[in-house]
């Protein structure tokens, strides 16, 4: 496994671009952005954040055992999904993201035109994904979520947490022209059951990230959690609230409710760090595998929360 995990996170040099004239730029290594030209020694800070967005998702796919999701142990609930598929889709993604940052820092504002050109690099990035998984949607949710996360870091580095989820909100509330108006999965799980979903957790600046995810996050972590432990920690807290319209789409209100229970039941043990936590965490997994449910939204804004919690620092 040492292998698949260096692999994609090397690769991710190949993506970059080498003129980086008229970027603001990052020291690689340093903490903040050197607000002037990017020179030979320094990282584009466009493509910075393509690269922590594109790592937020390796690091989403590879944390394991997530319940129900593709991971370091196997499939999940899905059957044309692997744990190589998801890294291929993540890497196919960074010019995507990358271009979302750097269209931002030109644009300079929000408003129409902004939003109307993350949409059509949103696009472009999915039929990428696309051609690099077999026509497979792996990361459908997650363009939309750190694509306006990347594009609202881009628009103000200085930016803490709480601020940039909430721009990136306002960029959401702006309608695209362009966007089609296909009977996506989302939005029949949005008819039928009256639930919103990824685009309006966008739109209230991802309150399942800002009040859940990473105070969850930082909770286990301060309380000596492993940082795989406190990443399925924030993951959990994001299940526990989260309407998830992949869960309904796949098994309905009866498998939102096991998602939603099961993930607290793990916290109230005191966590994945912990034997009784560990218990719970393996009955959920159980019980998403029969009931055939995958926690889809929930892992895209896991891995917002992982982005955030490194580019709020920035």
């Known amino acids: 496994m040492k292998a698949l995990d260096l692999q994609p996170r090397g690769l991710l040099r190949q993506h970059r671009n080498s003129d980086a004239s008229g970027n603001c730029a990052i020291l690689v290594g340093a903490g903040s952005p050197a607000k002037r030209p990017a020179q030979a020694t320094e990282l584009p800070l466009a493509d910075h954040l393509a690269d922590l967005a594109v ?7 590879d944390l394991s055992p997530k319940p129900g999701l593709v991971d370091r142990r196997g499939n999940g609930a899905h059957h ?8 291929a889709s993540a890497l196919a993604l960074w010019p995507c993201l990358r271009n979302m940052a750097e269209a931002a820092r030109a644009i300079g504002t929000l408003g129409q035109p902004l939003r109307a050109t993350l949409g059509q690099l949103g ?7 696309l051609a690099a998984t077999g026509g497979v949607n792996t990361h459908r949710g997650a363009i939309w979520a750190l694509g306006l996360l990347v594009a609202s ?6 930016a803490d947490t709480n601020t940039l989820a909430a721009r990136a909100g306002r960029i959401a509330l702006f309608d695209d022209p362009a966007m089609t108006t296909q009977d996506s999965h989302g939005l029949q799980v949005r ?10 957790q966008a739109q209230q600046g991802f309150p399942a990230v800002i009040g859940h995810g990473l105070p969850q996050l930082q909770r286990s972590r301060a309380a000596g959690a492993s940082e795989p432990h406190a990443r399925l920690d924030a993951l959990l807290a994001i299940m526990a609230v989260l309407n998830d319209t992949c869960v309904l789409w796949r098994s309905g209100p009866t498998g939102l409710a096991a998602v939603q229970h099961g993930a607290r039941s793990v916290l109230s043990e005191g966590g994945s760090a912990t034997l009784a936590g560990r218990r719970q ?13 995958s926690p889809g939204g929930a892992a895209d804004l896991l891995a917002a929360c992982l982005f955030l919690d490194k580019a709020g620092s920035l």
């Not at 790592?55 to 796919?61: S, Y």
């Not at 965490?281 to 449910?293: E, H, P, V």
């Open 55 to 61: 790592e937020a998702l390796i690091d989403e796919a």
């Open 80 to 87: 044309d999904m692997t744990l190589a598929l998801m890294h």
């Open 123 to 129: 696009r472009e990035g999915e039929a990428a994904m």
């Open 153 to 158: 870091k881009a628009l103000d580095t200085q």
């Open 191 to 200: 008819r039928r059951y009256g639930t919103g979903g990824a685009r309006e």
């Open 281 to 293: 965490l393996r009955r959920l997994d159980q019980q998403l595998l029969q009931l055939n449910a």
